[in-house]
């Protein structure tokens, strides 16, 4: 069975950092596009970032340049997000998806999805 699991949310001050981490089982996701969406409470989900299989290139939202970084381990499966600098509007459930085309902001490209990791950022 393919599955993506995250780990690694929880709640942290304004101003902290945390490292969500995505674990996928049932195949190989080397090839896989790999993504982070989140969905704060009463918003629409929104792209956080995505990766390409090779992990070479990266893309990340606008407004979370410079304080989130995607990467990957693909001997380990695994995808990460390192979240810096958190400020109380990235309190979400922080989604990982899989897909086989490149890594775009389309969640509808994404055929894969984990369960969902709860960010709460306090100020």
């Known amino acids: 069975q393919v599955s993506l699991v995250e780990s690694g949310g929880g709640l942290v001050q304004a101003g902290g950092s945390l490292r969500l981490s995505c674990a996928a089982s049932g195949r190989t996701f080397s090839s896989d596009a790999m993504a982070w969406f989140r969905r704060a409470p009463g918003k629409e989900r929104e792209f956080v970032a995505a990766?390409?299989?090779?992990?070479?290139?990266?893309h990340y939202a606008d407004s979370l340049k410079g304080r989130f970084t995607i990467s990957r381990d693909n001997a380990k499966n695994t995808v990460y997000l390192q979240m810096n600098n958190l400020k109380a509007e990235d309190t979400a459930v922080y989604y990982c998806a899989a897909g086989f085309l490149g890594a775009t902001t389309n969640p509808g490209e994404y055929s894969v999805w984990g369960q969902g990791t709860q960010v709460t950022v306090s100020s």
């Open positions: 990766i390409r299989g090779s992990g070479g290139t990266t």
